[in-house]
């Protein structure tokens, strides 16, 4: 489709208007320079989930010999992903795949994932187009993807190889750090922002759905605050290295 709105960071220029496309915003960018920042000259890299493509496209533009790749299982952001490489000057590797699937076991230096987090108890719906849908819906708690992304990742990463996971608070949080913690060692978090809970201003919201963030909020299993207009949370890049294998 011919797009009239575009995001830009750094040089680069990103699609920004075909609903069903999960578009950059903040907490994509913050993970596109936490990924130029850690991945090194000559590694192989894999962004899952990647929607527009902003994280593999910056990697390809900005870490010298990167070889990248990106996946997802929506088609329109597998289109939309290949038109912003195309239009970025960049050669990426855009591949169909649920999470890591299409991949190989110890393929990767660094695996990027910002998973669908957002909760949808049993038969709701935040009213986003099926392409956003898919790109969202992390289950009752909004853990279910997230924590697949963290033990699915690390048969795909070399021994020595790196996570770089965005998480979004308005998922299970402490669940999501347990998992960090068994799978996984030297793990840390790069940086966090603050930022709004997007279903609720992009979507259609019912109170019983609200009433249901805001239950999860209050026993502590989300992160999120209801002050203003649209619910605020936090999202972190954490960094989390795989194990080196032991000697047999």
Not at 110 to 115: D, K, L, R
Not at 165 to 181: D, G, I, M, Q
């Given at each position: ?8 960071w750094?040089e680069l ?5 075909d ?10 960018l ?15 890299f ?18 010298a010999?990167?070889?990248v ?6 088609p329109?952001?597998?289109?939309a992903?290949?038109r912003?490489?195309?239009?970025n000057g960049?050669?990426?590797q ?7 699937k299409?991949?190989?076991n110890d393929g ?8 669908p987090?957002?909760p949808?108890?049993?038969g ?5 187009s099926?392409?956003?849908?898919l ?6 708690d ?5 924590i ?10 070399r021994?020595?190889?790196?996570l ?5 608070h ?7 750090r347990?998992?960090?913690?068994e799978?996984y ?5 790069l940086?966090?922002l603050?930022?709004?809970?997007f279903p609720a ?10 009433e249901?963030?805001r239950q999860?909020?209050?026993?502590g299993t989300i992160e ?6 649209v619910p605020?949370?936090v999202v972190?890049?954490i960094e ?9």
């Amino acid at each position: 489709m011919t797009t009239t709105t575009a995001i830009t960071w750094r040089e680069l220029s990103f699609e920004a208007s075909d609903r069903q496309v999960y578009a950059p915003r903040p907490a994509s960018l913050l993970l596109a320079a936490k990924a130029v920042e850690r991945v090194r000259p000559g590694e192989r890299f894999l962004d899952a989930c990647t929607g527009s493509g902003v994280v593999g496209i910056a990697v390809a533009r900005y870490v010298a010999g990167a070889e990248v790749s990106v996946a997802d299982v929506n088609p329109s952001a597998l289109e939309a992903a290949h038109r912003n490489a195309d239009a970025n000057g960049v050669a990426i590797q855009v591949i169909f795949s649920d999470l890591y699937k299409a991949f190989p076991n110890d393929g990767f230096d660094v695996i990027s994932v910002h998973p669908p987090a957002v909760p949808y108890p049993p038969g709701a719906t935040w009213g986003l187009s099926e392409g956003m849908t898919l790109a969202t819906d992390g289950g009752s708690d909004g853990s279910e993807l997230v924590i697949r992304s963290i033990v699915e990742a690390r048969s795909h990463l070399r021994p020595g190889g790196r996570l770089l996971l965005l998480l979004p608070h308005w998922s299970n949080v402490a669940l999501a750090r347990r998992t960090l913690e068994e799978h996984y060692v030297q793990v840390q978090e790069l940086a966090r922002l603050e930022v709004e809970f997007f279903p609720a201003r992009d979507g259609v919201v019912d109170e019983p759905l609200l009433e249901h963030v805001r239950q999860l909020a209050s026993n502590g299993t989300i992160e999120m605050t209801f002050e203003t207009e649209v619910p605020l949370s936090v999202v972190s890049v954490i960094e989390a290295t795989r194990p080196l294998e032991p000697q047999g």
